[in-house]
């Protein structure tokens, strides 16, 4: 079993960041991939951004150049550096692991709203 913990979503306005941080717990050694997904108003989750546990990273388009994804393995944290928000960036951030079983686990959630 994986526990994820997010942290770091609020209110932002257009132009500014905020940084997310999701910490991970339990059986982490079986972690391969860790990522970050949004569901916005009325959408479906999508991917954001993940990493692997070498440091490979992945972007979805719309967040290229503006987001980075990281990850401190002696914390066991990954954290998602979001600069230029737009108000299109509102949605839930969930945090996302992977193991080399193939489970998936998922944080609870955190909040991030653009809007000035």
């Known amino acids: 079993q994986v526990q994820l913990v997010e942290s770091g979503g609020g209110l932002v306005q257009p132009g500014g960041s905020l940084r997310l941080s999701c910490a991970a717990s339990?059986?982490?050694?079986?972690?391969?991939?860790m990522g970050w997904y949004c569901q916005g108003p009325g959408k479906q989750r999508e991917l954001v951004a993940t990493i692997t546990r070498d440091g490979t990273t992945n972007y979805a388009d719309s967040v290229k150049g503006r987001f980075t994804i990281s990850r401190d393995n002696a914390k066991n944290t990954v954290y998602l550096q979001m600069n230029s928000l737009k108000p299109e960036d509102t949605a839930v951030y969930y945090c996302?692991?992977?193991?080399?079983?193939?489970?998936?686990?998922w944080g609870q959630g955190t909040q991030v709203t653009v809007s000035s």
């Open positions: 996302n692991g992977r193991t080399i079983f193939h489970s998936d686990y």
């Open positions: 339990g059986s982490i050694f079986t972690l391969y991939v």
